[in-house]
T-cell receptor, first 112, second 113 residues
């Protein structure tokens, strides 16, 4: 499967713990996006990269959220000191310049 | 800021019925428009897209959408739905600047056999 891959698919964590999610985009895609989707809502944009440069991060929900794409290939999204309100599906997508985005299956985070 | 409204949150149809899902967006500049579908347990998949040209766009599985610029609308249509069309449908918009998508809240479609 050469689509967008996300790991893990599910994560259950205790409140206050840190979590990190990984996304492997389609290999030739230079843009990578992170979205969050809560129940009954459409995906909400968080941040995106063009190659290794993070071009937009003002939509990250708080300073507990950070993302990296160190070599312009895979990306990680970290949430520090998780809260119950962070429970959601975290989606990764990738695209070439000015084309449609392809989405991964997401990582479902449950904070207990 | 961009926003997208999908008027119907839940739609229930019988097989062979016609479908139209509404989508309106607010953005003053040039936009690209998309419909994505999410089948149960699966990832978001692109149904169709509009970047420019013919405002009537045909997508996969018999879906089409019409971009009406004066109405800021991009409604999704299918003349005859099938049980396998049961899914959640999301309208989305972006501009060329960053490609980040703004999604509507989604419409959950159930097709009864």
């Amino acid at each position: 499967d050469t689509g967008v891959s996300q790991d893990p698919r599910h994560k259950i964590t205790k409140r206050g713990q840190n979590v990190t999610f990984r996304c492997d985009p389609i290999s030739e895609h230079n843009r990578l996006y992170w979205y969050r989707q809560t129940l009954g809502q459409g995906p909400e944009f968080l941040t995106y990269f063009q190659n290794e440069a993070q071009l937009e991060k003002s939509r990250l929900l708080s300073d507990r959220f950070s993302a990296e794409r160190p070599k312009g290939s895979f990306s990680t999204l970290e949430i520090q000191r998780t809260e119950q309100g962070d429970s959601a599906m975290y989606l990764c997508a990738s695209s070439e310049l000015n084309t449609e985005a392809f989405f991964g299956q997401g990582t479902r985070l449950t904070v207990v | 800021a961009q926003s997208v409204s999908q008027h119907n949150h839940h739609v229930i149809l019988s097989e062979a019925a016609s479908l139209e899902l509404g989508c309106n967006y607010s953005y003053g500049g040039t936009v690209n428009l998309f419909w994505y579908v999410q089948y149960p347990g699966q990832h978001l998949q692109l149904l169709l897209k509009y970047f420019s040209g013919d405002p009537l766009v045909k997508g996969i599985k018999g879906f089409e959408a019409e971009f009406i610029k004066s109405k800021f609308s991009f409604n999704l249509r299918k003349p005859s739905v099938q049980w396998s069309d049961t899914a959640e449908y999301f309208c989305a918009v972006n501009n060329n600047a960053g490609n980040m998508l703004t999604f509507g809240g989604g419409t959950r479609l159930m097709v009864k056999p």
